[in-house]
């Protein structure tokens, strides 16, 4: 047979664990050496430009020209020592990855000769042509530039000897046209707010940080079987393939023994992660055949974003020297688990305390506690608007993932704690309260909560202890999209209350008295969030929709949550976004979410018409050669009962072919119609409601023609084949 599909799955099979010679040296000894850390800048620049940068990065000061030219001057030559020849500002546009446009240091030197050259201008600044990147009509109606500006809070590092920098990238007017600025504005604004509630309780409180720490779920595939299915090549998820007889019911593969070929590919992995700083600490198995996971010790938010970033395209290269594709499509095969990117988020001081974290000053603890559920309880509908995407609405809501319904976990035991502190209604309560030794059942939430961290999988969004864990998150997701959102809303929500706990004290109220009626009163407004039973039940539906919560699931509806009026707010009296900024980006996430679906269905569309059908009626018509040669030999009442099963199985396949040829041309039909649509997101609601229907309508009939065609002339790899790496 000279069919690709047996061609891949031979090679496959053949495959051995491609061993990449381990370091004979502590991680601790490389961790880092492509990185122009505090490390490498204490060795390359002077003392007072060490300062000056270190200034800039801990406490947001301007760098001026001057100081940029020795750092420049000090980057190159730590990066041509490591063999660099070219830089590059690294920046997220607002596609689904990272952007960078390499330049040589190599110039001419004036004397006829060539010498390296990178000024502090070249550091700073960039000029890339932004009109071909989404800006969501910015870039029309002013300027096709945009400029790329250094984002020093985030260090330089060397990836395929090209010096990268990170960077902000906005357009010549301003706007933000990519994930980086709004993140940066989101964590300034959030440190700012937090500190004036921190201040309450402590007055050295100068900075708060805002922490992430991802887990990162993945597949593997050998990348011949890869290369053998076109749908995965340009989708990253198969659009068609009948479920394996096994795939994921025995439970045998999370946290299982890692195949030695996906092993090595790990250990691959963390070597060159740790060379770039990204601190990966775990890695398992996770829940489907070929599902992976991959998580690091968390970071200050900007970082984590960067390395999150960083780490998925480190991932598929490394993957390619092991033979085999990383999938981190949120739902690259029916029927068994999508991947997830769980955020973990947290706020911690300078002083060293997790806001999250109870035992040191619980009144602090739950105030910080009660804001993020205020946040999040006002904020639903745009927090799933911000992990909301094409690929992560296959994931979302089925059954093994989080509902389209943002809710949050708080466990039994915080629970019955905040459930408490809701009966108290008034001051005077308190105070009375205060004395019979409410307060001091607060006191024991550090040992209660480290016994009762209870896990509930199915909540979106769950306090795990001394963090919030952002479940809902997609695996392809950019994480600064989420925590932009959670960060703003949170901000927004602690200069709420500050103003709240101002006026009380003003009106003559205590501190901690004002401070905890106002908590209290959050506790008790915020409780239709709050949700600890199952997530996946038809009964949530319906509660959550009695309780007011954003249950919508189309989305490019989802998206109309951005632009809100009290998001619009939220996200001007953070200094985030603008309304300009909101719309314009909401324009590229439909425009995202229709390109998604409509390569989908030309996909499907084609794959259906060159590999499907061809391959059905050859079969159909091999069975008709069959019944003929029957007919042939055989006479009357016989003959039937010998061709019965070959003639009941040729119109099963007509049947199929029929539906199959039919709905693809009505889908072609109703795209022509579609893509007249002007208006994005018109046209993204139409893709949604109208278009992608066909998908899995015409799935069902192409999967049921594998199951009777002859396992023989199948030409894309099946499911059995490509989900369980030896
Ligand atoms: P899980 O049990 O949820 O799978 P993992 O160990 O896989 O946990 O990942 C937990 C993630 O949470 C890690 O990245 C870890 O560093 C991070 N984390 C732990 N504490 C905090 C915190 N206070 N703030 C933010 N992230 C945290
Ligand atoms: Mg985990």
Same mark, same amino acid.
């Given at each position: 047979?000279?069919?690709?599909?047996?061609?891949?799955?031979e090679?496959?099979?053949?495959?051995?664990?491609?061993?990449?010679?381990?370091?004979?040296?502590?991680?601790?000894?490389?961790?880092?050496?492509?990185?122009?850390?505090?490390?490498?800048?204490?060795?390359y620049l002077?003392?007072?430009?060490?300062?000056?940068?270190?200034?800039?990065?801990?406490?947001?000061?301007?760098?001026?020209?001057?100081?940029?030219?020795?750092?420049?001057?000090?980057?190159?030559?730590?990066?041509?020592?490591?063999?660099?020849?070219?830089?590059?500002?690294?920046?997220?546009?607002?596609?689904d990855?990272?952007?960078?446009?390499?330049?040589?240091?190599?110039?001419?030197?004036?004397?006829?000769?060539?010498?390296?050259e990178?000024?502090?201008?070249?550091?700073?600044?960039q000029?890339?042509?932004?009109?071909?990147?989404?800006?969501?009509?910015?870039?029309?109606t002013?300027?096709?530039r945009?400029?790329?500006?250094?984002?020093?809070?985030?260090?330089?590092?060397?990836?395929?000897?090209?010096?990268?920098?990170?960077?902000?990238?906005?357009?010549?007017?301003?706007?933000?046209?990519?994930?980086?600025?709004?993140?940066?504005k989101?964590?300034?604004?959030?440190?700012?707010?937090?500190?004036?509630?921190?201040?309450?309780?402590?007055?050295?409180?100068?900075?708060?940080?805002?922490?992430?720490?991802?887990?990162?779920?993945?597949?593997?595939?050998?990348?011949?079987?890869?290369?053998?299915?076109?749908?995965?090549i340009?989708?990253?998820?198969?659009?068609?393939?009948?479920?394996?007889?096994?795939?994921?019911?025995?439970?045998?593969?999370?946290?299982?023994?890692?195949?030695?070929?996906?092993?090595?590919?790990?250990?691959?992995?963390e070597?060159?992660?740790?060379?770039?700083s990204?601190?990966?600490?775990?890695r398992?198995?996770?829940?489907?055949?070929?599902?992976?996971?991959?998580?690091?010790?968390?970071?200050?938010?900007?970082?984590?974003?960067?390395?999150?970033?960083?780490?998925?395209?480190?991932?598929?290269?490394?993957?390619?020297?092991?033979?085999?594709?990383?999938?981190?499509?949120?739902?690259?095969?029916?029927?068994?688990?999508?991947?997830?990117?769980?955020?973990?988020?947290?706020?911690g001081?300078?002083?060293?305390?997790?806001?999250l974290?109870?035992?040191?000053?619980?009144?602090?603890?739950?105030?910080?506690?009660?804001?993020?559920?205020? =946040?999040?309880?006002? %904020?639903?509908?745009?927090?799933? *608007?911000?992990? &909301? #995407?094409?690929?992560? /609405?296959?994931?979302?809501? +089925?059954?093994?993932?989080?509902?389209?319904?943002?809710?949050?976990?708080?466990?039994?035991?915080?629970?019955?704690?905040?459930?408490?502190?809701?009966?108290?209604?008034?001051?005077?309560?308190?105070?009375?309260?205060?004395?019979?030794?409410?307060r001091?059942?607060?006191?024991?939430?550090?040992?209660?909560?480290i016994?009762?961290?209870?896990?509930?999988?199915?909540?979106?969004? =769950?306090?795990?202890? %001394?963090?919030?864990?952002?479940? *809902?998150?997609? &695996? #392809?997701?950019?994480? /600064?999209?989420?925590?932009? +959102?959670?960060?703003?809303?949170?901000?927004?929500?602690?200069?709420e209350?500050?103003?709240?706990?101002?006026?009380?004290?003003?009106?003559?109220?205590?501190?901690?008295?004002?401070?905890?009626?106002?908590?209290?009163?959050?506790?008790?407004?915020?409780?239709?969030?709050?949700?600890?039973?199952?997530?996946?039940?038809?009964?949530?539906?319906?509660?959550?929709?009695?309780?007011?919560?954003?249950c919508?699931?189309?989305v490019?509806?989802?998206?109309?949550?951005?632009?809100?009026?009290?998001?619009?707010?939220?996200?001007?009296k953070?200094?985030?976004?603008s309304?300009?900024?909101?719309?314009?980006?909401?324009?590229?996430?439909?425009?995202?979410?229709?390109?998604?679906?409509?390569?989908?269905?030309?996909?499907?569309?084609?794959?259906?018409?060159?590999?499907?059908?061809?391959?059905?009626?050859?079969?159909?018509?091999?069975?008709?050669?069959?019944?003929?040669?029957?007919?042939?030999?055989?006479?009357?009442?016989?003959?039937?009962?010998?061709?019965?099963?070959?003639?009941?199985?040729?119109?099963?396949?007509?049947?199929?072919?029929?539906f199959?040829?039919?709905k693809?041309?009505?889908m072609i039909?109703?795209?022509?119609?579609a893509?007249?649509?002007?208006?994005?997101?018109?046209?993204?609601l139409?893709?949604?409601?109208?278009?992608e229907?066909?998908l899995?309508?015409?799935?069902?009939?192409?999967?049921?023609?594998?199951?009777?065609?002859?396992?023989?002339?199948?030409?894309?790899?099946?499911?059995?084949?490509?989900?369980?790496?030896?």
């Open positions: 047979m000279s069919n690709l599909r047996f061609k891949a799955v090679e496959a099979s053949k495959r051995k664990p491609v061993e990449v010679e381990a370091p004979a040296k502590k991680t601790s000894s490389y961790f880092g050496e492509f990185v122009f850390d505090r490390n490498n800048m204490r060795k002077s003392k007072e430009t060490l300062r000056l940068v270190l200034n800039a990065i801990d406490k947001g000061e301007p760098l001026d020209r001057h100081v940029a030219n020795h750092v420049a001057a000090g980057m190159r030559m730590w990066a041509m020592e490591l063999g660099a020849t070219h830089y590059t500002h690294w920046f997220h546009p607002l596609t990855g990272t952007a960078e446009k390499h330049d040589a240091f190599v110039d001419f030197d004036g004397n006829g000769g060539v010498i390296e990178f000024s502090g201008k070249l550091l700073a600044q000029e890339p042509d932004a009109s071909s990147f989404p800006s969501g009509g910015i870039r029309n002013f300027e096709a945009g400029y790329t500006a250094w984002d020093p809070s985030s260090p330089a590092f060397i990836m395929n000897k090209t010096l990268c920098i990170p960077t902000i990238f906005i357009s010549y007017t301003g706007e933000a046209l990519d994930y980086k600025t709004p993140l940066l989101s964590i300034n604004a959030l440190d700012k707010a937090a500190v004036n509630v921190c201040r309450y309780f402590d007055r050295n409180v100068r900075k708060v940080y805002s922490y992430l720490g991802w887990e990162q779920e993945y597949f593997l595939v050998d990348e011949a079987l890869y290369s053998a299915r076109p749908d995965l340009l989708t990253e998820r198969t659009l068609m393939g009948h479920d394996s007889a096994k795939n994921q019911q025995l439970d045998d593969h999370y946290f299982g023994a890692i195949p030695s070929r996906v092993s090595a590919f790990m250990r691959d992995l070597y060159e992660c740790y060379k770039l990204i601190p990966v600490k775990t398992h198995n996770e829940v489907a055949p070929n599902q992976f996971e991959v998580a690091p010790i968390f970071e200050e938010c900007n970082l984590a974003v960067d390395h999150n970033l960083l780490l998925m395209s480190v991932m598929k290269e490394v993957a390619l020297r092991h033979n085999f594709k990383v999938l981190l499509h949120e739902k690259p095969f029916k029927g068994i688990n999508g991947s997830g990117k769980h955020n973990n988020w947290s706020m001081t300078d002083t060293g305390v997790n806001l974290g109870p035992g040191k000053n619980n009144l602090q603890f739950i105030t910080f506690v009660a804001n993020v559920l205020m =946040a999040v309880y006002k %904020n639903n509908g745009l927090l799933k *608007a911000s992990i &909301s #995407s094409a690929t992560n /609405a296959h994931r979302l809501g +089925a059954n093994e993932a989080p509902p389209a319904i943002i809710s949050v976990f708080m466990g039994s035991c915080l629970s019955q704690i905040l459930d408490d502190l809701e009966q108290v209604t008034n001051l005077k309560a308190i105070e009375i309260e205060e004395k019979t030794g409410t001091l059942s607060l006191n024991h939430i550090p040992e209660l909560l016994d009762n961290t209870d896990r509930n999988r199915t909540s979106p969004f =769950a306090f795990t202890g %001394n963090r919030f864990e952002f479940r *809902a998150v997609g &695996s #392809s997701t950019n994480c /600064a999209a989420p925590m932009l +959102a959670l960060n703003s809303a949170v901000a927004a929500q602690l200069i209350f500050k103003q709240e706990v101002d006026a009380l004290i003003a009106a003559g109220s205590k501190k901690e008295d004002a401070i905890f009626s106002v908590v209290c009163k959050y506790i008790k407004e915020s409780k239709p969030i709050r949700f600890d039973g199952n997530g996946y039940s038809e009964e949530w539906k319906e509660e959550a929709k009695k309780r007011g919560l954003d919508e699931t189309r490019p509806v989802i998206y109309d949550a951005y632009l809100t009026k009290p998001s619009i707010e939220l996200f001007e953070t200094g985030v976004l309304e300009r900024e909101l719309e314009a980006r909401n324009e590229v996430k439909w425009e995202q979410y229709t390109k998604k679906i409509q390569i989908e269905a030309r996909v499907l569309g084609d794959l259906a018409m060159n590999h499907i059908i061809p391959v059905a009626i050859r079969y159909q018509g091999m069975l008709l050669d069959n019944v003929y040669k029957i007919k042939a030999l055989y006479e009357g009442d016989k003959a039937d009962k010998i061709a019965a099963q070959d003639l009941s199985i040729i119109e099963d396949i007509a049947d199929h072919l029929n199959i040829k039919t693809v041309d009505e039909e109703a795209r022509k119609v893509n007249k649509i002007e208006n994005e997101r018109e046209k993204a139409v893709y949604c409601e109208k278009i229907p066909y899995d309508q015409i799935r069902y009939h192409i999967d049921k023609l594998e199951l009777t065609i002859d396992n023989e002339m199948w030409t894309l790899p099946k499911y059995r084949e490509l989900l369980f790496i030896r």
